[in-house]
């Protein structure tokens, strides 16, 4: 079992920046990936960026893609996604997921996923 709490979420004006955290723990074997998705209710989840365990690989969702950073924090294994430039269009819940394995090369469907933390909310007022 692999257990990912996040935190950072909260309220900013349009343009503003916001930082996610993802603390990861358990079975960090099934921890290749981790990704951080976006969720309005009612709708499906929607892949933001992913990252291979060790920081080397990243992908990102085109709307996100040189406002969002996604880096790894070994020493704590921690996932963090710095947000910039935020537009009310980012206002969810983001959720962080933990997968083995990614069904093809930059997936970000949900369903490669099998972990996934509680979410944060993130809103942005104009």
């Known amino acids: 079992q692999v257990q990912l709490v996040e935190s950072g979420g909260g309220s900013v004006q349009n343009g503003g920046s916001l930082r996610l955290s993802c603390a990861v723990s358990?079975?960090?074997?099934?921890?290749?990936?981790i990704g951080w998705f976006r969720q309005v209710p009612g709708k499906e989840r929607e892949g933001v960026a992913v990252?291979?365990?060790?920081?080397?690989?990243?992908y990102y969702g085109d709307s996100v893609r040189g406002r969002f950073t996604i880096t790894q924090d070994s020493a704590k294994n921690t996932y963090d996604i710095q947000m910039n430039s935020l537009t009310p269009e980012n206002t969810d819940k983001y959720y962080c997921?933990?997968?083995?394995?990614?069904?093809?090369?930059?997936?970000?469907?949900?369903?490669?996923?099998?972990?996934w933390g509680q979410g944060t909310q993130v809103t942005v007022s104009s």
């Open positions: 990252i291979r365990s060790g920081g080397e690989i990243t």
């Open positions: 997921a933990a997968g083995i394995s990614l069904g093809a090369r930059g997936s970000m469907r949900p369903t490669d996923f099998s972990f």
């Open positions: 358990g079975n960090t074997a099934s921890t290749n990936y």
